[in-house]
């Protein structure tokens, strides 16, 4: 006897289980997260850190144009377009989130020789790896669900612990604007996209691909943590 068909949920339904997804996913317990927080990090663990994170940064922004080039609707284009001009400091090149993110460098005393001469980690490749072929999917709504959910759900919290294991090693707030920026940016990124996707998600199709999508971000984000924990702590 065959099962029973699940039934599809309406569009607002299926964003908040998809919101619900992503917070309660393993990598949001990261122990990355938590030794963070505590400020368990050496000022060299934390300069490590920033470094392979700026490299996170450089290429964020490049999923989001991928996605963005093979949207076929326009509330969806516009919706990326609009994180991409947050992303680019609304056309301020001293704002752009690399731009903010150097201030961050600079005030851990760090040069740029420091932060161009590193040998990226293999995690974060892979990391790449995977949101590169994500986004350049067939099917658009999976790369939708990667950058326009995956991506935006969990920074306001993760970038508070974030902000506190900073200020715990005295970090200048003013090195800090990259993520304080971020906290609130990010919640409305999300809403703009979940606005744009909701004619559509009375197909069980969309909802499938978008939620691969998320899933495999998350999954890939893991791994992310993984090689961030190692160099960060100095379990390498």
Wanted: aromatic share 10%; glycine share 6%; net charge neutral.
């Amino acid at each position: 006897m065959k099962g029973k068909r699940q039934r599809t949920m309406a569009g607002k339904e299926f964003l908040q289980a998809a919101k619900t997804e992503v917070l309660s996913h393993p990598v949001m317990t990261h122990p990355f997260w938590a030794r963070f927080e505590r400020g368990e990090m050496s000022s060299e663990g934390l300069k490590r850190f920033a470094i392979h994170y700026y490299h996170h940064v450089l290429r964020t922004r490049l999923y989001d144009a991928m996605v963005l080039a093979r949207a076929t609707d326009e509330a969806l284009q516009a919706a990326l377009a609009r994180i991409l001009w947050d992303e680019y400091g609304l056309g301020d090149l001293d704002r752009t989130h690399p731009a903010q993110f150097r201030r961050l460098l600079k005030a851990l005393g760090l040069h740029e020789a420091d932060w161009t001469a590193v040998t990226l980690l293999p995690e974060f490749e892979a990391y790449t790896d995977i949101h590169t072929r994500l986004c350049s999917d067939a099917d658009v709504w999976v790369g939708a669900g990667v950058v326009g959910l995956a991506m935006e759900y969990p920074i306001p919290p993760l970038y508070k612990r974030l902000v506190r294991g900073f200020r715990k090693l005295r970090v200048p707030e003013s090195g800090l604007e990259f993520f304080l920026e971020h906290i609130p940016t990010d919640e409305v990124h999300a809403s703009v996209v979940e606005n744009a996707l909701l004619p559509y998600l009375d197909a069980e199709p969309i909802q499938a691909a978008i939620r691969l999508g998320m899933r495999r971000s998350m999954d890939a984000r893991k791994l992310l943590m993984d090689g961030l924990e190692r160099v960060t702590f100095e379990t390498r």
